[in-house]
């Protein structure tokens, strides 16, 4: 296998992490996680020999698509956070330090 058919695998794996993050389809989330993870060991396998402009389009369609399923991620986490603090009665009040006076 080539960098460019890794790339594309690891390309396709984010499309398929994208949409089941959107979907919470959190087997379909798994199957593709363990693909990307595959094809980026693929990548690093065949070597970091120079690339041409092919390789490095790819690899940063690869970024964009990473960095759009880290937001997904953070949007999750910020939501459950919240859901937990409304589930705690503490929804917006976050962190309250106690109060303690010198003279105790």
Same mark, same amino acid.
């Given at each position: 296998? !080539? ?18 993050? !959107? ?12 693909? !990307? ?68």
């Amino acid at each position: 296998m !080539k960098r460019r058919e890794a790339l594309i695998r690891v390309i396709d794996a984010l499309h398929a992490e994208i949409e089941a993050l !959107k979907s919470n389809d959190v087997v379909a989330l798994e199957r593709a996680t363990q693909d !990307k993870l595959a094809g980026i060991e693929q990548v690093a396998a065949l070597g970091t020999g120079p690339a041409g402009d092919e390789i490095r389009e790819l690899a940063d369609e690869a970024n964009r698509l990473n960095e759009t399923c880290r937001i997904y991620v953070n949007l999750m986490a910020a939501n459950v956070r919240r859901r937990l603090q409304i589930l705690t009665g503490d929804a917006g009040h976050g962190y309250r330090p106690t109060l303690v006076s010198a003279y105790a």
